[in-house]
């Protein structure tokens, strides 16, 4: 069989279920890519090697006695490092929390775990998440494996590195405005932001919190949609610590369901451009709905830029009123990339009570509005962010003769945050420095299965030429591993 590191989730279990493959093997083979590869990514701060041979052992075990294994019986996954796993250090990248060590499993985790999943090791994060580039004091920077010189993205950057790089088969990181989107769209791999609740974001730091409670949650990351499906099923459902959590059941899609659901697409929106590539990819995947028998239509929602500066009344400007008395008086210990947020939010006024409960009231007012659009349209394709991953440092860009600059650059995924819309990133196209494209699918809240549904039909029509294949991606790797740059894409 072929680099056990090459398979998709979905085939690994396959694999072991019909005992050709052994989870041992399996986590043996990625083991050994992160050893080689993660030096020059740092995509790892914890790789639990013992403790991963220890959990392919005991499924291995299981299935020669006969027993029932689960959904991701062997599939070797990671964990974003703001995310409790029992016994681990889960830093956030913060010198700060440097000495925190996890009690107990995220629900999440030990969802995972009771599924079959091998936990590898935890994955680099902006120090408090607060960042689209992931570097920090306690545990560096983090690189793309498509280009060293730029970023995998944040605040889940360690995450797509791992996956994107074939260290880790699949992942989890969390999103408070793009979080996963933005590193998956950077890196080409898939992503999923749920609904608030859907997946309990219990365990997780920063807490999904008061009016945090309605833009952070936490999603899957996978090479394939099909992937992405697989770990969404293992980790959703209800958990008594999450404020948001529903008791809202797993729900299949047939075909002719799903291709009677009406498709809105644009290509751009609000006050930022965005680049003829990503232009290109949105519309490719809308004429491949489209060829596939949906109906699919341009449509815009009105209310972005409103969205865009509810999202930052939350994320930042509330945001940073939380964070400063966790620093205290540390504010030497903080990287240099969290005093840059810290600064972007000071030059605001602080938010007032009187404000911040005018925020909570707009955001409804304007949520409800956006769905009674979406009865119109229940799925939506629009852009994941302005630009392809920039260089490390980079914070605006030129696109059509305009700046971009850094926080405008990833409005496209902060609308959705504030709205608790889920939506999921597939790759798509690329840019002229082959740098990947992804597009944004966009649901109505606690539609997660269409998403994907939806999603995994442009998945087939549209990206086999782009990705080619984990094997053609890992081979140019491979090509680059002895050369000044690693990259997998010449």
């Not at 440097?98 to 994060?125: E, F, H, Q």
């Amino acid at each position: 069989m072929a680099d056990l590191t090459q398979l998709t989730a979905t085939e690994m279990v396959q694999a072991v279920r019909a005992t050709r493959v052994s989870p041992v093997a399996v986590v043996e083979a990625h083991l050994d890519r992160i050893a080689k590869l993660n030096p020059r990514l740092n995509a790892f701060v914890i790789i639990d090697e013992d403790g991963a041979r220890a959990q392919a052992r005991r499924i291995e075990a299981a299935i020669q006695r006969g027993e029932r294994v689960g959904p991701l019986a062997g599939v070797p996954v990671t964990i974003k490092s703001s995310i409790d796993v029992a016994g681990w250090r889960c830093a956030a990248g913060s010198r700060l929390r440097a000495n925190y060590i996890a009690a107990v499993d995220a629900p999440l985790v030990a969802r995972l775990k009771t599924a079959g999943a091998v936990v590898l090791g935890s994955t680099n994060t902006p120090e408090m998440l607060m960042a689209y580039e992931t570097d920090n004091l306690l545990h560096g920077r983090t690189n793309n494996p498509w280009d060293l010189d730029r970023t995998p993205g944040g605040s889940s950057g360690g995450e797509s590195a791992a996956i994107a790089a074939g260290c880790s088969a699949a992942g989890v990181g969390s999103d408070g405005g793009g979080s996963v989107r933005v590193p998956a769209h950077y890196t080409g791999i898939c992503a999923l932001k749920p609904t608030p609740g859907r997946i309990p974001a219990t365990g997780h730091f920063p807490a999904s919190a008061g009016p945090f409670a309605q833009i952070g949650v936490v999603g899957p990351m996978a090479h394939s949609i099909a992937d992405l499906t697989l770990m969404f099923e293992a980790m959703a459902g209800p958990e008594l610590g999450d404020p948001s959590a529903a008791p809202v059941l797993l729900r299949v899609w047939n075909d002719a369901e799903m291709r009677s659901v009406p498709v809105g697409f644009f290509e751009e929106g609000g006050r930022t451009p965005v680049t003829p590539e990503t232009r290109a990819a949105v519309r490719a995947a809308a004429e491949t709905l489209q060829r596939a028998g949906f109906d699919v239509q341009p449509f815009c929602p009105t209310n972005l830029d409103l969205m865009r500066e509810l999202w930052w009344d939350i994320f930042g400007r509330a945001g940073g009123f939380v964070l400063k008395p966790f620093i205290g008086d540390r504010e030497a210990d903080l990287s240099p990339i969290l005093r840059e947020f810290m600064s972007i939010v000071a030059a605001d006024p602080p938010l007032t009570l009187e404000q911040l409960i005018e925020t909570l009231i707009e955001r409804d007012r304007i949520r409800a509005e956006l769905l009674a659009e979406m009865e119109r349209f229940p799925v939506l394709l629009c852009p994941v962010c302005a630009v392809p991953a920039f260089r490390h440092g980079e914070r605006s860009w030129s696109v059509n003769g305009q700046t971009v600059k850094y926080l405008d650059a990833m409005s496209y995924t902060q609308w959705w945050n504030i709205m608790g819309n889920p939506a999921a990133v597939v790759p798509v196209g690329r840019s002229p420095k082959g740098l990947p494209i992804g597009v944004q699918v966009v649901g109505r809240p606690w539609e997660e299965e269409l998403v994907l549904r939806v999603a995994g039909e442009i998945e087939r029509g549209v990206t086999d030429d782009f990705r080619l294949s984990i094997e053609t991606r890992h081979s140019k790797l491979e090509t680059r591993l002895h050369g000044s740059d690693l990259c997998l894409d010449d």
